[in-house]
């Protein structure tokens, strides 16, 4: 990650490396848009990846349309049932349920503290099958 912000530093004179519409992420590694384009190279080493097979990964970063910076990450590892991001103006950046806005941590620690899924649906008034997935995807994430 740090030798990825550092080349994208220098070769487009930005202070924010990792805070530019130049990046991409397919999760694993980060890639640079260069010349303008949309032709993606990934940042450590120059290596052009297939974009067909990239190309759902690269979707989750959501930029403010005022500026040049990112709004919000969609972590991928969480379903559509139950959106997670991770936005500075809300849990302190750290990921939350995108539409209710509650930290997974609390989802996830109250149903780890041996509340029912039922229970900590109410308790954070999102659906069952939401807390369900959250903490079914926290897991196999922390398993990970």
């Known amino acids: ?46 290596q052009r990846p297939i974009r067909e097979v990239i190309r759902d990964y690269l979707k989750y970063i959501i930029w403010d349309a005022d500026d040049d910076f990112p709004q919000r ?25 995108e539409g209710s806005k509650v930290p997974i941590d609390a989802i996830v620690g109250l149903w780890q503290a041996g509340e029912s899924l039922e229970t900590v649906a109410e308790e954070f008034g999102i659906t069952r099958d939401q807390a369900e997935e959250v903490c079914r995807a926290a897991l196999r994430y922390d398993a990970a």
């Open 73 to 97: 990450l969609r972590l991928r590892q969480y379903p559509d049932a139950a959106p997670v991001i991770i936005d500075p103006r809300f849990g302190w950046g750290a990921p939350v349920l």
């Open 1 to 46: 990650m740090r030798d990825a912000a550092t080349t994208v530093r220098e070769r487009f004179g930005t202070p924010y490396g990792l805070a530019t519409q130049r990046i991409a992420t397919d999760g694993v590694d980060i890639f640079v848009h260069y010349l303008d384009s949309d032709d993606l190279a990934r940042a450590r080493d120059g």
